[in-house]
């Protein structure tokens, strides 16, 4: 049975129980896993399975947004009120049977309410030791998580390695398993020995003679276009973007909200940074995979990572290929037109 069981409220945890599955699914194995749309098998009654599931006394891993205590039904009611809501018997059933509980703090929660504001058994919430669980800081928070299990004697069976790049394209779309891994140093090795569609890795990728050198545009979407430097040495790449202003960007604004609250200061601007390898197969195009980081700047601070993946065309002068940013979880199109040199 599983030794992990991630409980969360659909209208808002799904994505981060989806991608903190996979990747505990990448460390422990699968089967030590429990996702309910994942795990619950077609014919049978669902909550006499979450409960034969509970009662092997697996880590409770309870996902705190916003909406797993402040969701409310049809009637204005909150959900959580409701003695047959899910989410509240599975933590009931999970204390019921004597498991342990980690409460992970989600989007912009700080702690759990007061315990006289919630009913039993969630007003015992407070009493466990909680731990963030934040998408511009997931590698730190699942390495802490990871390390927590670690105490109560679940062991990885896969390593986690300390400075492993984002998982490139090709490794989120390896075959032979049910959940692909998503963020980035997570048993990106194991993943790729499992070969991709079935089939093993043929050959291993060569350095390319085309050198990415230089100043590239990169579109990212119609409204969204970064001035990118590439400098090549051998196989080994370096991505350094010039500012990005941020302030009157929609998408930024729950971020910007979350840095103003912690750190009292506006972030206006961020860069985009990484490191990584520009490789070809026998007879094939040059391919750039880059691990990367968006930072603040001024501040270098680290606000979100991920990876870049291109195939440069055959006359050098664009790349089309796919950016994954960890921190939405999301993969986004990619067009890069080589600039010319400056005279």
């Known amino acids: 049975m599983a030794q992990l069981f991630i409980s969360y409220r659909s209208s808002d945890g799904r994505d981060k129980a989806t991608a903190l599955a996979r990747d505990l699914g990448a460390l422990y194995g699968d089967a030590q896993v429990f996702i309910d749309k994942d795990d619950l098998r077609a014919g049978l009654r669902w909550r006499d399975e979450i409960a034969a599931t509970l009662k092997e006394q697996p880590v409770l891993l309870l996902l705190l947004t916003p909406q797993l205590l402040g969701a409310r039904d049809d009637h204005g009611k909150r959900r959580i009120d409701d003695p047959a809501d899910p989410v509240r018997r599975e933590v009931a059933d999970a204390l019921a049977g004597g498991a342990h509980l980690i409460p992970l703090l989600c989007d912009g929660v700080t702690a759990a309410p007061p315990a006289a504001e919630l009913p039993a058994p969630l007003n015992r919430i407070g009493e466990f030791t909680w731990r963030p669980l934040?998408?511009?800081?997931?590698?730190?928070?699942?390495?802490?998580?990871?390390?927590?299990?670690?105490?109560?004697?679940?062991?990885?069976?896969?390593?986690?390695?300390?400075?492993?790049?984002?998982?490139?394209?090709?490794?989120?779309?390896?075959?032979?398993?049910?959940?692909?891994?998503?963020?980035?140093?997570?048993?990106?090795?194991?993943?790729?020995?499992?070969?991709?569609?079935?089939?093993?890795?043929?050959?291993?990728?060569?350095?390319?003679?085309?050198?990415?050198?230089?100043?590239?545009?990169?579109?990212?979407?119609?409204?969204?276009?970064?001035?990118?430097?590439?400098?090549?040495?051998?196989?080994?790449?370096?991505?350094?973007?010039?500012?990005?202003?941020?302030?009157?960007?929609?998408?930024?604004?729950?971020?910007?909200?979350?840095?103003?609250?912690?750190?009292?200061?506006e972030l206006d601007t961020v860069s985009y940074r990484g490191k990584g390898s520009a490789s070809a197969l026998p007879g094939e195009q040059l391919v750039v995979d880059i691990a990367l980081q968006i930072v603040s700047t001024p501040g270098d601070v680290l606000v979100d990572s991920g990876n870049l993946h291109a195939t440069i065309a055959a006359d050098g002068t664009t790349m089309a290929g796919t950016v994954w940013l960890n921190g939405k979880q999301a993969e986004r199109p990619l067009q890069l037109l080589r600039l010319p040199k400056a005279r």
């Open 134 to 265: 934040r998408a511009y800081d997931w590698e730190h928070d699942i390495r802490r998580l990871v390390d927590d299990l670690q105490a109560l004697g679940i062991a990885p069976a896969a390593p986690l390695e300390a400075s492993a790049p984002a998982p490139t394209t090709a490794q989120r779309s390896v075959g032979g398993t049910r959940r692909r891994l998503l963020v980035a140093g997570m048993a990106a090795t194991a993943a790729l020995a499992l070969g991709i569609g079935g089939y093993a890795l043929r050959l291993a990728p060569t350095p390319s003679s085309t050198d990415v050198s230089g100043a590239w545009s990169a579109t990212l979407s119609p409204d969204e276009t970064l001035s990118l430097s590439l400098r090549q040495i051998g196989d080994q790449v370096e991505l350094n973007s010039r500012p990005v202003p941020i302030s009157q960007r929609a998408d930024w604004a729950d971020y910007r909200s979350f840095w103003r609250e912690r750190f009292g200061s």
